[in-house]
């Protein structure tokens, strides 16, 4: 069987196409405002205080990875003695967490249980 169409078949549609209005000069152009970004949100890196790690492992981990001297290290493990914490830095999120990890794993590695985190800066 053979089926004919009855009616040609119609020109495909095109679509229209809107061409920019001359300049009336009635134009409004906006200026462009430079962008303000805000500085990124800082994360302090805190050592919390247990009963098993021993002082001077605390001390050579501040210097060695908070490159604190001798003084300020041991004031800061003293702080964190009494009080139960103590802040070692403040740093961007990616260092903190960088800090934090190499803190942990060196605790981990010398058997300490050790503990450090960090928290956003108020």
Same mark, same amino acid.
């Given at each position: 069987?053979n089926? @004919?169409?009855?009616?040609?078949?119609?020109?495909?549609? %095109? &679509?229209?196409? %809107?061409r &920019?209005? /001359? =300049?009336?000069g009635?134009?409004v152009?906006?200026?462009?405002r430079?962008?303000?970004t805000? &500085?990124?949100q800082?994360?302090?890196?805190? @050592?919390?205080?247990d009963d098993f790690t021993?002082?001077?492992?605390? *001390?050579?981990? $501040?210097?060695?990875?908070?490159?604190?001297?001798?003084e %300020?290290? %041991?004031?800061i493990m $003293?702080? *964190?003695?009494l009080?139960?914490k103590g802040?070692?830095g403040?740093y961007?999120?990616d260092?903190a967490?960088?800090k934090? =990890?190499?803190?942990?794993d060196?605790a981990?590695?010398?058997g300490h /249980? $050790?503990?450090?985190i960090?928290?956003?800066?108020?």
């Amino acid at each position: 069987m053979n089926f @004919m169409a009855t009616q040609p078949p119609a020109p495909p549609r %095109t &679509p229209r196409v %809107t061409r &920019p209005r /001359p =300049d009336d000069g009635d134009s409004v152009v906006l200026e462009r405002r430079p962008q303000k970004t805000q &500085p990124p949100q800082m994360y302090r890196v805190l @050592m919390l205080n247990d009963d098993f790690t021993p002082m001077e492992f605390v *001390i050579v981990v $501040l210097q060695e990875f908070f490159s604190k001297d001798r003084e %300020t290290a %041991t004031q800061i493990m $003293l702080k *964190i003695h009494l009080d139960g914490k103590g802040v070692c830095g403040v740093y961007s999120r990616d260092v903190a967490a960088t800090k934090v =990890d190499q803190v942990l794993d060196a605790a981990h590695s010398a058997g300490h /249980p $050790l503990q450090c985190i960090s928290e956003p800066v108020e």
